[in-house]
């Protein structure tokens, strides 16, 4: 059964740093979506894409944060400069149709930032 | 905005029937979804409702009310594997595209 992946699984970085994380959704998917979930807290979300733009994002993506697709696979989130309250599981998501009927969630990306 | 409650953590025998309840206050809406998770794991995608009633799914039901801006999962025969967070999360209908969770029912299988 085809799956959403995620690398790294875990990211411990030094704050102020820049990271990426990387995702590769399901292959025929035409939606992504970067989600996050603080520890102890609910899943948020924080940006969808769509034909290689942004077509929604929350309050908090900001200029801190960006998307990519750099290739016909991979769809990236880059956090500049971190921060210690960055700290959170990501999770990307994609789906075949749009609003977010069966999204499908990568298994995340740790981010630890010190 | 939206306002999603649920109750945080339950436990329950094996075999059993628990109800989750989701009540939620949104300006908008087009559908509710139910979604599974492990600890440290993906929430992976478990049923969605977005006319009233009751969808069932195997050992799994979800119900909706929109007047009531209430939404259930019924799981039955429970198994140990079932001990995880059961998450609702709602599809506002201004944003075509983000779901907005609660914060997640956690339950605990029991033998």
């Known amino acids: 059964e085809p799956e959403v992946t995620q690398t790294p699984s875990h990211q411990v970085t030094q704050m102020g740093q820049e990271v990426i994380l990387r995702c590769v959704p399901i292959?025929?998917?035409?939606?992504f979506y970067w989600y996050r979930q603080i520890l102890g807290q609910k899943v948020e979300f924080l940006v969808s894409?769509?034909?290689?733009?942004?077509?929604?994002k929350s309050e908090i993506f900001d200029d801190q944060f960006s998307v990519e697709r750099p290739d016909g696979s991979n769809f990236t989130l880059k956090i500049r400069s971190t921060k210690l309250e960055d700290s959170a599981m990501y999770f990307c998501?994609?789906?075949?149709?749009?609003?977010?009927?069966?999204?499908?969630f990568g298994p995340g990306t740790r981010l630890t930032v010190t | 905005g939206q306002n999603i409650d649920q109750p945080t953590e339950m436990t329950a025998t094996e075999g059993a029937i628990v109800q989750i309840n989701c009540t939620y206050q949104?300006?908008?809406?087009?559908?509710l979804f139910w979604y599974q998770q492990h600890a440290g794991e993906a929430p992976t995608f478990l049923s969605y409702?977005?006319?009233?009633g009751l969808e069932e799914k195997g050992r799994f039901s979800s119900f909706l009310s929109r007047s009531k801006g209430y939404s259930y999962l019924l799981l039955k025969e429970l198994q140990m594997k079932d001990s995880a967070s059961y998450l609702c999360?709602?599809?506002?209908?201004?944003?075509?595209?983000?779901?907005?969770f609660g914060k997640g029912n956690q339950v605990v299988v029991i033998p």
């Open positions: 894409f769509y034909n290689n733009e942004i077509s929604e």
């Open positions: 999360a709602v599809r506002p209908i201004y944003g075509n595209n983000r779901l907005a």
């Open positions: 409702n977005v006319l009233d």
């Open positions: 998501a994609s789906s075949r149709w749009p609003g977010g009927y069966e999204q499908y």
């Open positions: 949104t300006s908008g809406f087009n559908g």
């Open positions: 292959s025929n998917h035409l939606y």
